[in-house]
Structure formats: C-alpha cells, structure tokens
C-alpha cells in the first residue's frame, strides 16, 4: 500500500509540468483572441475612453503579456483563480458550486453508455459477423456521426413535445420544487439524504434526457473496443483451454476473455470521461444545464479571461486524477499488471 502510495505521488508530480504548460498556452492564446474585454465591460451608454482605460487597468490589461502571466502564476499558486467579471464572483466559487452537476450529468451519462456498450461489445465479439454483429456496427456509426446537440434536440422534440413523457428540459429540478440541504452538490444523492423520494425522481427526470444524449456520444468507441479486445481475448489459447476443460460458456466469457479484455476498455472509459466533462457544453446549453461547460461558454463569449482559464486548468486536472485512477484499476482488474 505504501508503495502504491509512493507511485501515486510521483505520478502527481511529474503530471505538474503538464499542468503548468496547459496554463500558460490557455493565458497566451486568450490574449490572441479577438475584441478587448475592457471595451465589453465598459459598454454604457456615457462610456467613453476614460472609462474603458479606467476598465483595462482594473483588469490589469494595462501591463504587458508577461507580467500579466507571472501575476496569475502567483495567484494561481495561493489558490485564487481570479474573479469573473459576467457574474462578479471568484472563479473557483462558480466552478465549485457548478462543477458537481456537470459530474452528475456526466457520471450518469457514463454509467448509462457502460451499460449499454459491454454487453453489445460482448454480444458483437461472440456472434462476429452475424446480424447482430452488423446491428452493433450500425448503431456504433450512428453514435458517431450524429452530433450531441442534434440528438439532444431529437430526444427533446419526442420525448417532451411529441409524447409529453419528459419533464420541460430547463435546468436540474423543476422550479416549483424546493432543493435539498446541499450536502454533497449532487442532486440525487442530496434528495436521498434528505428523505425526498418527490425531489429525487424530479431530479432524475431532469437528467434523464441529457445522459442519454452523452451517453450516445460516447456509446460507439466503448462498444468498439469492447468488441475488438473481447474477440482478441476469445481467439487465445487460455480460452480454448478453458472450453476444452468444458466449463461453463458464461464463465469463460465472463471470467477468463471479459477479465482479460477489459484493460483496453478501462483506457477507453478514462479517456471518455474526461471527453465528456470538457465536451458537454453542447448538452448543457441545449438543456439548460447549470453546469461549469456553459458557464465556460458564456464568459469566452464575452471575452471574460478569468473562468475560461480556470476551467482549463480545472479539466486538466481532472484528467490527471483519472488517468491516475485508470492506473490503479488496471492493477485491481490484472494484478500482474505494473502500475507504472
């Protein structure tokens, strides 16, 4: 355990260098982006120079670009990721109080996308080239080729405008509702806490719609690779021993090739997740969901540096963290695996 520790860390830190060269080429090229935020901020109708040069100081767009960056690495550093001038608070306030229902959302999209990917990537591997094999690949380029936000708005016109099966898709809980005690930011978690079976299945309802909107946009590469390491697995010669022993078809499936083949799709899983966090900005504008990838879009609209900047650094961090977690499943899944 010690040891595992000790790796964990030194992968944290060498990840460091990574993290400080996603920040500085984040700060350089919002600096080449087109407009001038003081101008924006400074838009009324009696501004005029004086106001906008009165902004560009506030803003610290007075000094130049690398005096700027050394003053951000410094604030950085003792944790404060600057304010946003569209809603005037601390950019790690905004992130923090909107960063847990973009994971809920994308969690739930995941699980969704797991759910559904494995046993068609498993079906697909033990019937190659049948019609269920040909239904995968179908299925598989469709995910593909539609993008989140024209499925989202499919989903939305049949589900609430066509059949009224879904709730109005504005938001994480319908605005007759009172939320629960936050506890955690999750919503789901948060209402079963509190004992509200009423807010939870409103919750959930809300969520239902954008998850399977992700859940799509992931469902290909995961169902690919599952069927692509499931059929490496089966072909080799441990299974055919296992079938040749005469055990049980599910547990050669499910024991030895699943176990075997998961690996890949472990990496796979990792790198989705991450997609998915970064890449939902679709899906929450489309849905109205309060999360940190609308927030994002929003201040790169208006030319506000400082929340763009940290959500950078906030999903390159969390990229870290679950590449590290990724690291540590493939020891848990085959221990003869090396976790470096």
Known sequence: MRTIAYRSARRLIAALPVLLGVLVFTFVLMRMLPGDPAVFFASGPSSGEAEIEAMRVKLG??????????????????????????????????????????????????????????????????????????????VCTA????????????????????????????????????????????????????????????????LLLPAITMALFVLAPLARMTRASMLAALGGDFVRTARALGLPAWKVVNVYALRNAILPVLTTTGIMFSTMLGANVLVEKVFSWPGVGSYTLDALLASDYAPVQGFVLLMAGIFVIVNLLVDLAYGIADPRVAIE
Request: proline content about 7%.
């Open 61 to 138: 767009l007075d000094r130049s670009v690398p005096e700027q960056l050394l003053l951000y690495l410094g604030d950085v550093v003792t944790g404060d990721f600057g304010t946003s001038m569209t809603t005037g608070r601390p950019v790690l306030d905004d992130l923090s109080e909107r960063l847990p229902a973009s994971l809920e959302l994308t969690i739930l999209a995941l699980i969704l996308a797991l759910g559904t990917a494995l046993p068609l990537g498993i079906l697909a591997a033990l019937m190659p080239g049948s019609m269920v094999d040909h239904a995968v690949r179908i």
């Open 143 to 206: 995910g593909v080729a539609m993008p989140t936000f024209v499925s989202g708005l499919l989903l939305i016109f049949v589900f609430y405008y066509l059949l009224g099966w879904s709730p109005d898709p504005t938001g994480r809980i319908d605005v007759f509702l009172i939320a629960p005690p936050e506890v955690t930011g999750f919503l789901l978690i948060d209402s079963l806490i509190a004992g509200d079976g009423e807010v939870f299945m409103a919750a959930l309802g809300q």
